[in-house]
């Protein structure tokens, strides 16, 4: 089992910046991708970037140029760099973690931006 702890999330003007961390504990022998989604509320999840253990990453295009992954692994934790923010990314954005066969999710932080 993996465990995941989300931090950083909050409230932040338009065009403010947020940096999220999700640090993994337990069984993190062998952890693959490691990314974050977020959901709005009434929306699908998403993803938003993820990042491999290689440190090949991978963005969507609505946050390509404003928002930059990266991980520590010795510490097995994940960041994401979120620049610029708009009203419209608020949502719960939650870390995502793959380890051989299994997606661990982490419970969720809140990011919140104001016009």
């Known amino acids: 089992q993996v465990q995941l702890v989300e931090s950083g999330g909050g409230l932040v003007q338009g065009g403010g910046s947020l940096r999220l961390s999700c640090a993994a504990s337990?069984?993190?022998?062998?952890?693959?991708?490691m990314g974050w989604y977020r959901q709005a509320p009434g929306k699908q999840r998403e993803l938003v970037a993820d990042?491999?253990?290689?440190?090949?990453?991978n963005y969507a295009d609505s946050v390509k140029g404003r928002f930059t992954i990266s991980r520590d692994n010795a510490k097995n934790t994940v960041y994401l760099q979120m620049n610029s923010l708009k009203p419209e990314e608020t949502a719960v954005y939650y870390c995502?973690?793959?380890?051989?066969?299994?997606?661990?999710w982490g419970q969720g932080t809140q990011v919140t931006v104001s016009s």
């Open positions: 995502n973690v793959k380890r051989r066969w299994s997606t661990y």
């Open positions: 337990g069984s993190t022998l062998s952890i693959n991708t």
């Open positions: 990042i491999s253990s290689a440190g090949s990453t």
